[in-house]
């Protein structure tokens, strides 16, 4: 074991040159692969039409600062706010610890940010409480999820799923997989500091830092005074930490937890809260063959971009924007638990909408489907299974039902307790759109409605002559 050891350290700390080669190797490996991610949501994310959200761009931006950077919607639950709040900061900050890796990594200093003086003191200081709360924090998230067994982190939509491409139970094991890595790598980070301080009170040398928590287990000599073990330790808490981010990072992208990075842009280009509440688009066909109804002058315009159907069949059919909204999301259920439909036992579920937008682009993305002339999907190779996937659609049995979408009084709810501003409505009406205008598909009492507002200009189908009788 002695000797195992000494080619560890040998090999991680005499030879500075291949350490950094290694450091370096895993540094590009992880970035590259995670920009590959990146690239590959974007390309599923522009399969959405066109829609402009440049305008106000002084108002988007404070509103992101508010609701993704400020975390202002998480409030309205003190508990899972205080948590979450924990685990961010914790985010935020320590990844400046991580920045300091880097540069050691990739030029064979050590805690070369200890040249910052008392701001590097101050800095980790703040670090270490914030690793021991992030511990506390992910312990009690994990109580919640599995002992008190909370009702919105379950539902049908979680355990069922008809698309190809997840189990929906998956999403716990991906909280897990989350959490219990926010755990190692505090871990990870503590086993660093304790061993690195236990090294330098060996050589009688002051460690740059000041580390209030792993000072004090270092003065305990937790790891013991060996000082080839010591630098075993070191070595693995540094290298285990850079590894797990890396490893984290590449996570991300393949997890309900891609909101950490897409709240960001999410909320820049949402328009909650710039529009009316409730305000919906028009078709842009609707609209220029209306306005040549009543101006006979008028010639209606037509646009590349304008849409090949009424409303939306798949994927293709929704704004870019609301596939963004898919790869946003975190399945925490907020917007299911407040949806009056769900409440009342109808199957409508705001989450389950938005994870089949995911599902969908993830199932198009894996069996390499295109657009055909008619804006549905086709196969583009033999792939197995490429068929059956093209001749799914949002809309139908395998993810979107008619039942789910008339179910929706479209009143909000969920749009406003979403905590990363998405629109789930927006989907939904696009949806519905397709059924009514498209395929004629309604409730019999919407198409009297409809036929009552056309024919007689009120939805009772009263004649104009008894407009002032009805007060009486």
Not at 256 to 267: Q, R, S, W
Not at 278 to 300: F, H, R
């Amino acid at each position: 074991m002695v000797c195992m050891h000494t080619i560890f350290v040998t090999f991680f700390n005499q030879n500075l040159v291949i350490s950094t080669i290694l450091f370096l190797i895993v540094l590009v490996a992880g970035g590259g692969l995670f920009l590959f991610q990146l690239l590959r949501v974007r390309k599923n994310i522009q399969l959405g039409r066109p829609d402009d959200r440049s305008d106000q761009p002084t108002a988007r931006f404070r509103q992101m600062l508010l609701v993704a950077f400020g975390q202002q919607k998480m409030f309205k639950r003190w508990v899972p706010a205080l948590l979450h709040g924990i685990v961010y900061v914790s985010f935020i900050v320590i990844n400046i610890e991580v920045l300091e890796i880097v540069i050691d990594g990739i030029f064979g200093t050590h805690r070369v940010l200890g040249a910052l003086g008392p701001v590097y003191s101050g800095l980790i200081w703040v670090n270490e409480w914030l690793a021991a709360l992030v511990i506390v924090a992910c312990s009690i998230l994990l109580i919640r999820r599995y002992v008190l067994r909370l009702k919105r982190f379950r539902g049908q939509e979680m355990a069922e799923s008809k698309g190809l491409i997840r189990i929906r139970n998956y999403s716990h094991i991906d909280a897990s997989i989350i959490l219990w890595t926010e755990i190692i790598l505090m871990l990870a980070l503590f086993a660093f500091n304790i061993a690195d301080i236990s090294l330098h009170q060996l050589s009688s040398e002051t460690l740059a830092g000041a580390f209030p928590i792993s000072q004090g287990l270092a003065d305990m000599q937790l790891f013991g005074t060996n000082e080839t073990t010591l630098h075993l330790i070191e070595r693995t808490g540094w290298w285990g930490h850079i590894i797990g981010i890396l490893a984290f990072l590449n996570f991300l992208p393949i997890s309900k937890h891609f909101h950490v990075l897409m709240a960001f842009p999410n909320v820049y280009y949402s328009n909650t809260g710039l529009k009316p509440k409730g305000e919906l688009n028009n078709l842009s066909q609707v609209q220029e063959e209306m306005k040549a109804i009543l101006d006979e002058s008028y010639t209606p315009q037509e646009s590349p971009d304008d849409p090949k159907r009424f409303g939306a069949k798949d994927v293709t059919d929704l704004s870019w924007k609301s596939l963004m909204d898919a790869y946003t999301c975190t399945e925490c259920g907020r917007c299911t638990a407040v949806c009056p439909a769900n409440i009342t036992g109808k199957k409508l579920s705001p989450r389950k909408v938005v994870m089949d937008v995911r599902d969908r682009l993830e199932e198009i993305q894996k069996f390499k489907l295109v657009p055909g002339e008619d804006g549905l999907m086709q196969p583009s190779s033999e792939i197995e299974g490429a068929q059956e996937a093209a001749s799914h659609t949002l809309l139908g049995d395998f993810y979107i039902t008619e039942e789910e979408l008339h179910a929706c009084t479209t009143c909000n709810a969920c749009v406003e307790e979403c905590p990363v501003n998405i629109d789930q409505v927006s989907i939904i009406v696009d949806l519905r759109r397709h059924l009514i205008m498209e395929d004629s598909q309604m409730p019999e009492e919407w198409a009297i409605m409809s036929n009552n507002i056309e024919n007689s200009g009120n939805p009772w189908g009263m004649p104009d002559a008894s407009r002032f009788d009805w007060k009486n």
